[in-house]
Protein backbone atom coordinates (compact mmCIF):
# COMPACT_ATOMS: atom_id res chain seq x y z
CA UNK A 1 0.00 0.00 0.00
CA UNK A 2 1.83 2.81 -1.21
CA UNK A 3 0.11 5.49 0.14
CA UNK A 4 0.61 3.97 3.61
CA UNK A 5 4.28 4.37 2.78
CA UNK A 6 3.71 8.08 1.71
CA UNK A 7 2.14 9.17 4.74
CA UNK A 8 4.29 7.84 7.23
CA UNK A 9 7.60 9.45 5.11
CA UNK A 10 5.44 13.02 4.47
CA UNK A 11 4.47 13.34 8.80
CA UNK A 12 8.14 13.69 9.05
CA UNK A 13 9.34 15.84 6.04
CA UNK A 14 6.00 18.06 7.00
CA UNK A 15 5.65 17.36 10.46
CA UNK A 16 7.03 21.06 11.68
CA UNK A 17 4.99 22.25 9.10
CA UNK A 18 2.23 24.80 10.89
CA UNK A 19 -1.56 23.78 10.55
CA UNK A 20 -3.11 24.98 8.49
CA UNK A 21 -7.45 25.76 7.79
CA UNK A 22 -8.51 22.55 6.29
CA UNK A 23 -11.33 22.93 4.43
CA UNK A 24 -12.58 19.46 4.83
CA UNK A 25 -13.87 17.56 1.27
CA UNK A 26 -16.05 14.41 1.41
CA UNK A 27 -14.75 12.20 -0.93
CA UNK A 28 -11.22 13.43 -0.68
CA UNK A 29 -10.30 13.88 2.92
CA UNK A 30 -12.75 11.10 4.46
CA UNK A 31 -15.39 9.14 3.53
CA UNK A 32 -18.66 8.05 5.33
CA UNK A 33 -19.27 4.25 6.31
CA UNK A 34 -21.98 2.36 5.48
CA UNK A 35 -24.73 2.65 7.95
CA UNK A 36 -24.27 -1.42 8.52
CA UNK A 37 -20.42 -0.79 9.08
CA UNK A 38 -20.67 2.21 11.49
CA UNK A 39 -20.09 1.47 14.90
CA UNK A 40 -20.60 3.15 18.55
CA UNK A 41 -17.25 5.18 19.31
CA UNK A 42 -18.40 8.90 19.95
CA UNK A 43 -15.45 11.41 20.36
CA UNK A 44 -13.52 8.70 19.63
CA UNK A 45 -10.40 8.41 16.76
CA UNK A 46 -10.11 4.30 16.15
CA UNK A 47 -7.40 2.33 14.37
CA UNK A 48 -8.00 -0.49 12.70
CA UNK A 49 -5.27 -2.58 12.51
CA UNK A 50 -3.23 -6.24 12.44
CA UNK A 51 -0.13 -7.20 13.73
CA UNK A 52 0.58 -9.12 10.99
CA UNK A 53 0.70 -5.79 8.66
CA UNK A 54 3.60 -4.20 7.89
CA UNK A 55 2.12 -0.91 7.53
CA UNK A 56 0.42 -0.89 10.85
CA UNK A 57 3.39 -1.66 12.19
CA UNK A 58 5.09 1.59 10.90
CA UNK A 59 1.90 3.51 12.16
CA UNK A 60 2.43 2.27 15.58
CA UNK A 61 5.92 3.69 15.67
CA UNK A 62 5.65 6.71 13.63
CA UNK A 63 2.63 8.49 13.40
CA UNK A 64 0.33 7.01 16.36
CA UNK A 65 1.86 8.34 19.18
CA UNK A 66 2.51 11.96 17.92
CA UNK A 67 -1.26 11.68 16.46
CA UNK A 68 -2.86 10.52 20.40
CA UNK A 69 -0.54 13.23 22.08
CA UNK A 70 -2.26 16.03 19.88
CA UNK A 71 -6.00 14.39 19.94
CA UNK A 72 -8.52 17.31 20.35
CA UNK A 73 -9.71 17.72 24.15
CA UNK A 74 -12.43 14.98 25.24
CA UNK A 75 -11.33 12.74 21.93
CA UNK A 76 -10.27 9.38 22.98
CA UNK A 77 -8.02 6.74 20.70
CA UNK A 78 -8.94 3.23 20.61
CA UNK A 79 -7.46 0.28 18.35
CA UNK A 80 -9.58 -2.12 16.84
CA UNK A 81 -6.67 -5.98 16.38
CA UNK A 82 -8.74 -7.41 13.87
CA UNK A 83 -8.53 -11.34 13.70
CA UNK A 84 -9.07 -12.16 9.87
CA UNK A 85 -5.73 -11.03 8.59
CA UNK A 86 -3.75 -14.33 8.35
CA UNK A 87 -1.73 -15.93 9.76
CA UNK A 88 -2.89 -16.73 12.73
CA UNK A 89 -5.05 -13.10 12.72
CA UNK A 90 -7.27 -15.01 15.34
CA UNK A 91 -4.61 -16.40 17.86
CA UNK A 92 -3.31 -12.89 18.01
CA UNK A 93 -6.37 -11.40 18.37
CA UNK A 94 -7.49 -13.97 21.48
CA UNK A 95 -4.02 -12.75 22.74
CA UNK A 96 -4.15 -9.43 22.99
CA UNK A 97 -7.92 -9.56 23.89
CA UNK A 98 -6.94 -11.55 27.57
CA UNK A 99 -3.71 -9.41 27.83
CA UNK A 100 -5.69 -5.82 27.40
CA UNK A 101 -8.60 -6.98 30.31
CA UNK A 102 -5.59 -7.70 31.94
CA UNK A 103 -3.49 -4.59 31.89
CA UNK A 104 -2.48 -2.02 29.46
CA UNK A 105 1.40 -2.98 29.92
CA UNK A 106 0.50 -6.30 28.92
CA UNK A 107 -1.18 -5.59 26.00
CA UNK A 108 1.11 -3.68 24.89
CA UNK A 109 3.85 -6.01 25.48
CA UNK A 110 2.64 -8.74 23.31
CA UNK A 111 1.21 -6.39 20.75
CA UNK A 112 4.98 -4.97 20.33
CA UNK A 113 6.94 -8.21 20.87
CA UNK A 114 4.73 -9.97 17.84
CA UNK A 115 5.12 -7.03 15.61
CA UNK A 116 9.19 -6.87 16.13
CA UNK A 117 8.69 -10.37 15.98
CA UNK A 118 6.93 -10.55 12.81
CA UNK A 119 8.45 -7.42 11.19
CA UNK A 120 11.77 -6.82 12.45
CA UNK A 121 13.08 -10.46 12.86
CA UNK A 122 11.37 -11.64 10.07
CA UNK A 123 10.39 -14.89 12.24
CA UNK A 124 7.53 -16.86 11.33
CA UNK A 125 4.96 -18.83 13.66
CA UNK A 126 4.83 -22.75 12.36
CA UNK A 127 1.29 -22.58 14.52
CA UNK A 128 -1.20 -20.52 15.75
CA UNK A 129 -0.15 -22.20 19.42
CA UNK A 130 3.23 -21.30 19.07
CA UNK A 131 2.00 -17.61 18.24
CA UNK A 132 -0.54 -17.76 21.38
CA UNK A 133 2.83 -19.34 23.91
CA UNK A 134 5.17 -16.34 22.20
CA UNK A 135 2.58 -14.01 23.13
CA UNK A 136 1.88 -15.08 26.60
CA UNK A 137 5.41 -15.04 27.33
CA UNK A 138 6.13 -11.39 26.39
CA UNK A 139 3.26 -10.36 28.09
CA UNK A 140 4.19 -12.27 31.43
CA UNK A 141 0.70 -14.68 31.23
CA UNK A 142 0.32 -17.97 32.24
CA UNK A 143 -0.85 -20.37 29.68
CA UNK A 144 -3.47 -21.29 32.98
CA UNK A 145 -4.28 -17.69 32.85
CA UNK A 146 -4.88 -17.45 29.22
CA UNK A 147 -7.34 -20.61 29.28
CA UNK A 148 -9.40 -19.52 31.84
CA UNK A 149 -9.71 -15.49 30.71
CA UNK A 150 -10.12 -16.28 27.36
CA UNK A 151 -13.97 -17.77 26.97
CA UNK A 152 -15.35 -15.10 29.65
CA UNK A 153 -18.10 -12.17 28.83
CA UNK A 154 -14.97 -9.58 29.23
CA UNK A 155 -13.04 -11.16 26.68
CA UNK A 156 -15.53 -12.23 24.06
CA UNK A 157 -16.92 -8.77 23.91
CA UNK A 158 -13.81 -7.16 23.27
CA UNK A 159 -13.44 -9.58 20.39
CA UNK A 160 -16.50 -8.79 18.85
CA UNK A 161 -16.19 -5.06 18.93
CA UNK A 162 -12.59 -5.48 17.55
CA UNK A 163 -13.75 -7.50 14.75
CA UNK A 164 -16.00 -4.61 13.71
CA UNK A 165 -13.22 -3.35 11.82
CA UNK A 166 -13.45 -6.16 8.88
CA UNK A 167 -15.21 -4.53 7.34
CA UNK A 168 -13.81 -1.38 7.53
CA UNK A 169 -10.52 -2.69 6.38
CA UNK A 170 -12.17 -3.80 2.93
CA UNK A 171 -12.85 -0.68 2.19
CA UNK A 172 -9.58 0.77 2.29
CA UNK A 173 -6.93 -1.97 3.97
CA UNK A 174 -5.52 -1.64 7.02
CA UNK A 175 -4.17 0.56 8.90
CA UNK A 176 -7.62 2.69 9.19
CA UNK A 177 -8.39 5.65 11.36
CA UNK A 178 -11.75 6.01 11.90
CA UNK A 179 -13.45 9.06 13.79
CA UNK A 180 -16.54 8.84 15.40
CA UNK A 181 -17.10 5.24 14.25
CA UNK A 182 -18.32 6.83 11.12
CA UNK A 183 -15.57 8.72 9.11
CA UNK A 184 -13.08 7.04 7.93
CA UNK A 185 -10.23 9.15 6.92
CA UNK A 186 -8.81 8.74 3.13
CA UNK A 187 -4.73 7.91 4.69
CA UNK A 188 -3.50 8.51 1.10
CA UNK A 189 -4.85 12.51 1.49
CA UNK A 190 -2.64 13.44 4.63
CA UNK A 191 0.55 15.71 3.77
CA UNK A 192 1.29 16.09 7.61
CA UNK A 193 0.95 15.98 11.20
CA UNK A 194 -0.69 18.62 11.51
CA UNK A 195 -3.31 18.09 8.62
CA UNK A 196 -3.97 14.68 10.23
CA UNK A 197 -4.23 16.44 13.38
CA UNK A 198 -6.53 19.56 12.05
CA UNK A 199 -8.62 16.51 10.22
CA UNK A 200 -9.54 14.49 13.65
CA UNK A 201 -10.64 18.36 14.84
CA UNK A 202 -12.96 19.08 12.36
CA UNK A 203 -14.32 15.01 12.16
CA UNK A 204 -14.61 15.00 15.83
CA UNK A 205 -17.00 17.82 15.44
CA UNK A 206 -19.20 16.00 13.17
Not at 153 to 177: N, R, S, T, Y
Amino acid sequence: MKFIKKIVVGVFLLGSCNAMALDLEEGNHYQVLPENVQFQANKQVTKIFSVNCPFCYKYEKSVVPGMVKNLPSGVDYDAYHISSKSPFGAEASEVLAVAKVLSEDKYKAAKMALYARIHDKKAKFTSGDELIRFGLSQAGISQEEFNRLKGTPEVKQLLAKWDQGIAIAKIQGIPALVVNGKYLINTKSIRSMPMLDEMILELSKK
